[in-house]
């Protein structure tokens, strides 16, 4: 019955709409002289010509539209980095985006939870709103077999183990340096593990998934100038 009300209600302030003309006062005149005769509260007459007069499809959460039709400050997840490619980025629980500047040109600049600015193509795809679960890291677990149920296997500390089994193992007490006789932290096969690159050379560029913060591009340009000037002089 509840249901039925708010239908006809919305129904009959819609007709009524369109019959005046659109100015201000003729609107405030409708709401105004408007019958409670359908809606029993105002409350409810209230809620219901804010939805009605004020409500934007930009603006509703889980819609799914490039970023040229978003605003300025929107939050967005499950953003495509090329456009028809599919949802990429921030789509771990919890996590948004948030568009820094208005859409209008070919590109949008997103600020990624990371907190990296990143330019995308207007036309890449996005989902407003945040993800749900945000209270998914804070989990704790009750058991060690709760992890088993995850895929992840328990780790052990390569000095807990025998020196058949890793470097570091073996020796009296706690001590890494006496069963492995002082060598560098090593891998169970054998290889050190604190130096050379550990990490691949992040990419970047116009629409890479990577581009450093502003503070580092600015000491960058500010050195680049620097060497030009040196070398002109």
């Given at each position: 019955?509840s249901?039925?009300?708010a239908r006809a209600?919305?129904s009959?302030?819609l007709?009524r709409?369109?019959?005046h ?7 405030n005149n ?5 019958s409670?005769?359908?809606a029993?509260?105002?409350t409810?007459?209230d809620?219901?010509m804010?939805q009605?007069v004020?409500?934007?499809i930009?603006?509703q959460?889980?819609?799914?539209m490039?970023?040229?039709s978003m ?5 967005i997840h499950?953003i495509?980095v ?5 949802g990429k980025?921030?789509?771990?629980a919890?996590?948004c985006?948030?568009?820094l500047?208005?859409p209008?040109s070919k590109e ?5 939870p990371s ?6 193509n207007s036309?890449c795809?996005?989902?407003?709103g945040r993800v749900?679960n ?6 704790k677990l009750?058991?060690a077999?709760q ?5 992840r296997r328990?780790?052990?500390r390569g000095v ?6 890793h ?5 009296e007490?706690r001590s890494?340096?006496?069963?492995s ?5 090593q ?11 550990n990490q691949?050379?992040?990419?970047s560029?116009?629409f890479g998934?990577?581009q ?14 620097r060497?030009?000037?040196?070398a002109?002089n």
């Amino acid at each position: 019955m509840s249901l039925w009300r708010a239908r006809a209600a919305a129904s009959s302030v819609l007709n009524r709409l369109l019959q005046h003309s659109s100015s201000h006062s003729s609107i405030n005149n409708v709401l105004r002289n408007f019958s409670t005769d359908v809606a029993d509260t105002p409350t409810l007459r209230d809620k219901m010509m804010k939805q009605m007069v004020h409500l934007d499809i930009n603006a509703q959460v889980g819609s799914c539209m490039p970023l040229a039709s978003m605003r300025i400050g929107t939050l967005i997840h499950n953003i495509e980095v090329n456009p028809g490619q599919g949802g990429k980025l921030v789509r771990a629980a919890g996590t948004c985006a948030k568009i820094l500047k208005e859409p209008t040109s070919k590109e949008c600049l997103v600020k990624l939870p990371s907190g990296v600015e990143k330019m995308f193509n207007s036309q890449c795809r996005a989902t407003i709103g945040r993800v749900s679960n945000a209270t998914h890291n804070s989990r704790k677990l009750r058991k060690a077999g709760q992890s088993r149920w995850l895929g992840r296997r328990p780790v052990v500390r390569g000095v807990a183990m025998n020196p058949v089994d890793h470097p570091h193992g073996g020796g009296e007490g706690r001590s890494k340096s006496s069963g492995s006789f002082g060598r560098v932290s090593q891998t169970p096969w054998g290889k050190p593990t604190k130096c050379g690159r550990n990490q691949e050379k992040k990419r970047s560029g116009k629409f890479g998934l990577y581009q450093a913060p502003k503070n580092k591009q600015k000491k960058a340009k500010k050195y680049k100038d620097r060497k030009q000037d040196a070398a002109s002089n």
